[in-house]
């Protein structure tokens, strides 16, 4: 364990790196318009970060101890399927689920 000095430096430290992160792009050039390029990469930030939180709970699931199970793989698969062939969020998700359910229910 860490002592209580560790820990509040820890936390003002994050804290005073959030706020600079964010007030690079929002003080400083907020106000500006980005270059073509800038605004061409930004359009990639969802399509980047949503695999990156979803991997790691399909992958290394803690319901199941770390180990991968045929009900979260079906359901991920079906997720992408439908979201590739109906380019529609809300259907993906909702056959998603509507597979992990099943899956989780008819497994066990």
């Known amino acids: 364990m860490t002592d209580t000095a560790t820990t509040w430096f820890i936390i003002f430290a994050l804290g005073i790196g959030t706020f600079a992160l964010r007030f690079v792009f929002i003080g400083i050039i907020g106000d500006r318009a980005l270059p073509p390029w800038v605004l061409r990469h930004l359009r990639y ?40 062939l109906t380019k529609n969020v809300i259907y993906a998700i909702l056959s998603g689920a509507a597979t992990l359910y099943l899956g989780l229910y008819l497994i066990g």
């Open 45 to 84: 930030t969802a399509v980047a970060v949503l695999p990156g939180l979803v991997a790691p709970l399909v992958l290394w699931p803690a319901a199941t101890g770390g180990t991968p199970d045929p009900a979260r793989l079906a359901a991920a698969l079906v997720t992408l399927g439908v979201g590739y």
